[in-house]
């Protein structure tokens, strides 16, 4: 873990609520697809804890949701902000792992992020993952284009069926002969992806309400088949064969 000071350089709109917030700095705690940063907001006294969508030497970004008063202060901070980030927090996914399988990246909503890395990441070991996005309906979806540019095949569903295949993410995924999962999202559709047969293996990235975003609190702990682990320090990414739904 490291703390750095991050300037907010660049910031995109991608839907009503959802911001690309993009930061210079040192990025060096970074090591994995599927870390997080703790960050501090003005006004606020707990950070607030952001899947990283990528990274550089000295290039952070961001995506995250305007939800909350926290969020919403991050997002609407001007060009030019300075922040106080904890970074190189969690343990990520592991790319090797899924080498010998065909993988698919499972996003729903805000759960999307972290894969671009995570797509990258397996390109650069030769293998083209296939990515399946779900959103509730089109005026929801992001990044879709950002995956294909990477030259990843790209499935998307939506709820309402306003965009791509209608129904939720597993719909897609049954499309495909992909056998392992990495994904990250809500609790029930990753619960949904890990019940589907033709997936035999895969690793599951947790969202929990935290505190200090380092293991010190225990207060994003959950019971796993190995004993109870902290989602902030063990986690964010959980294999399948240790997941206690």
Not at 68 to 84: A, D, K, N, V
Not at 167 to 172: D, L, N, P, Q, S
């Amino acid at each position: 873990m490291n703390e750095a000071t991050l300037t907010l350089r660049g910031k995109r709109q991608l839907t009503h609520d959802v911001w690309e917030l993009t930061f210079s700095g040192d990025t060096s705690a970074i090591t994995r697809p599927g870390q997080f940063v703790n960050i501090a907001v003005q006004g606020h006294f707990l950070r607030r804890p952001i899947s990283v969508c990528d990274w550089a030497a000295d290039k952070l970004v961001l995506i995250c949701r305007a939800m909350g008063s926290g969020t919403q202060t991050l997002c609407g901070s001007p060009i030019g902000t300075e922040f106080s980030v904890l970074m190189g927090l969690g343990n990520g996914y592991d790319v090797d792992k899924a080498l010998n399988h065909k993988p698919v990246l499972v996003g729903g909503g805000v759960g999307v992020p972290p894969l671009y890395a995570l797509a990258k990441a397996f390109l650069a070991k030769g293998v083209t993952p296939t990515i399946a996005l779900g959103f509730g309906s089109t005026k929801e979806l992001f990044y879709e284009d950002e995956f294909k540019a990477l030259g990843c095949p790209v499935l998307v569903s939506t709820v309402d069926g306003s965009y791509g295949t209608k129904g939720f993410v597993t719909a897609v995924i049954e499309q495909t002969d992909c056998d392992y999962s990495l994904c990250c999202g809500p609790i029930p559709m990753l619960k949904a992806v890990d019940g589907m047969p033709q997936i035999v293996d895969g690793q599951f990235s947790f969202e929990e309400r935290m505190g200090c975003g380092f293991g010190a609190c225990v207060g994003c702990t959950c019971k796993t088949k190995y004993g109870t682990k902290r989602i902030c320090k063990d986690g964010p990414v959980l294999c399948k064969e240790e997941i206690v739904w």
